[in-house]
């Protein structure tokens, strides 16, 4: 059974930082191209970043020289470090997985609330 387990998520004030954790189960992690999503009440699910099995990184624009994104295989756990955070970054953020070659094989965990407030 496939599992993704989120952490780190919380409140914050702009220009704070929190970082997230996805920490996986039931899957060969290092053949999986890994991604944080988020969405905002009444707004669609985007992408935030994603890094492939190789180690490629793409981050919404939105987010470029504020998130990174990072992986430690042997822990099979994918990492989002958010730095000066800002209160339109307010979502739940998801984890994802999709192994690389074999797309139906894409599983999410259940979320995780990010909240930037004064």
């Known amino acids: 059974q496939v599992q993704l387990v989120e952490s780190g998520g919380g409140s914050v004030q702009p220009g704070g930082s929190l970082r997230l954790a996805c920490t996986a189960s039931g899957i060969i992690f290092r053949n999986y191209r890994m991604g944080w999503y988020r969405q905002a009440p009444g707004k669609q699910r985007e992408l935030v970043a994603a890094m492939s099995s190789g180690g490629s990184t793409n981050y919404a624009d939105s987010v470029k020289g504020r998130f990174t994104i990072s992986r430690t295989n042997d822990k099979n756990t994918m990492y989002l470090q958010m730095n000066s955070l800002k209160p339109e970054d307010t979502a739940v953020y998801y984890c994802?997985?999709?192994?690389?070659?074999?797309?139906?094989?894409?599983?999410w965990g259940q979320g995780t609330q990010v909240t930037v407030s004064s």
């Open positions: 994802n997985a999709i192994r690389e070659g074999s797309p139906e094989n894409n599983y």
